[in-house]
């Protein structure tokens, strides 16, 4: 099979398009024949080698993959060739005290899909049964793809780690991110009064036509001002967040009180310095989110099909353009997610 191969870190990295064997199914295994695979920031971060992880080369990058049952390896009775799936990127044991109780994204032994293991920028992925999800009808490989990792990540921001109630301040960092995309619609279905941000005027209006309630301009030096201005001085109650470094630290200058910052990444900066007098006299929390579990991609697909949630998909590369892919996200200047589709669209036809 062919399989785009990080062969040298960097930014850009080196990337080969390879024919590397055809992966087989042990017990429990299964072969995803790849329709779809969304790009993210920690593709990105895997080429530069920036991960706080030893990462072997040459590796497969890809996540958030969508497609077919191929082959399922021994004792695999609930999925049969051909079914549509889409795959939960952080791999899990599902044996310890955390996954028993469905909390797969704090796995003690948990893997990254396309890190730790080859991913789905390939034509084929060997996955492990249990980190298969089932596609809902009149969800396709590309809605899938696109919400499978960056959908599911906002899901699990706004519904597992935090509550929603009607009528909060909701702001959300990045409209025009894979996780800001999400997260806007999810928030306005949840009944809140959404704020977002965006650096450009494109941006800008994509999250309106999401539902964002207002939009501010992230490039204004003093934008936690503006957000404090639409709330009447209220503050946000809610912060999605996954910018992290001095962006982090201007969330807390619009947080209301009582008020929380979920985060979920840190692609402006890891260390962050935090005034604890206001943070404490105001009662705030700050929330880290990682991955997410089972019941957040299902809830991300299920809404998918219902029409609550859309997948904002600025392009769709062809496997042998990864490279571009690559530099197409590093630009920043994208409106949703980035697609690699290892096939011709005229073989998806089914
Ligand atoms: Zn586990």
Redesign the pocket.
Known sequence: MKAVQLTAHGSPGKFELRDVPDPAPAAGEVVVQVQSCGLNHLDLWLEAGELPLKVPLPRTPGGEVAGKILQVGPGVTDWKPADPVAVQSNL?????????QGD?S?????ELLGVQRDGGFAEKVLVPERALVRLPDGVDFDTAAALTLAGSTAMHMLTNRTQVSAGEWVLVMGASSGVGSAAIQIAKHLGARVISTGSTEAKRELGRQLGADFMVDSTTPDWPAEVRRLTAKHGADLVIEHIGGDVLKQVFDCLARNGMVVTCGATAGREVTLNLWPFFVKQQRLIGSYGRNRADILMALEWAAEGRLKPVIDTVFPLDRTPDAFAHLRSRNVLGKVLIEPFEPASESD
């Open positions: 899990f044991c599902g044996e310890c005290e955390f996954c028993r797969e704090l796995c003690l032994r948990g």
